[in-house]
C-alpha cells in the first residue's frame, strides 16, 4: 500500500493538474478583511510549495492578497 502525505490544517493544498503544471490553494487575508481561497501556480512542486508559504507567511502577518478578481 502506497503512503500518502497528508498536509496539517492551514497549510494549503497542492496538487499537480492534468497538464503537469502544479497547483497550491490556502484562505488568506484579502483586501477587502474577509479570509478567501487563493491559489498559485508553477512548474514543479516545489515552486508551488515556496509561493504558498510565502502567501501564507504575509497573510499571517496581516499583508492583504489580491485574489484572482482583485476584490
Request: overall charge positive; charged content about 30%.
Amino acid at each position: 500500500m502506497a503512503t500518502t502525505k497528508h498536509r496539517q490544517n492551514r497549510e494549503g493544498s497542492i496538487w499537480q493538474r492534468r497538464d503537469g503544471r502544479w497547483t497550491g490553494a490556502a484562505y488568506v487575508l484579502t483586501t477587502s478583511g474577509v479570509f478567501k481561497r487563493a491559489y498559485v501556480y508553477g512548474r514543479t512542486r516545489d515552486e508551488v510549495r515556496t509561493k504558498l508559504v510565502r502567501l501564507q507567511s504575509e497573510s499571517d502577518r496581516g499583508i492583504p492578497a489580491l485574489t484572482a478578481h482583485g476584490r
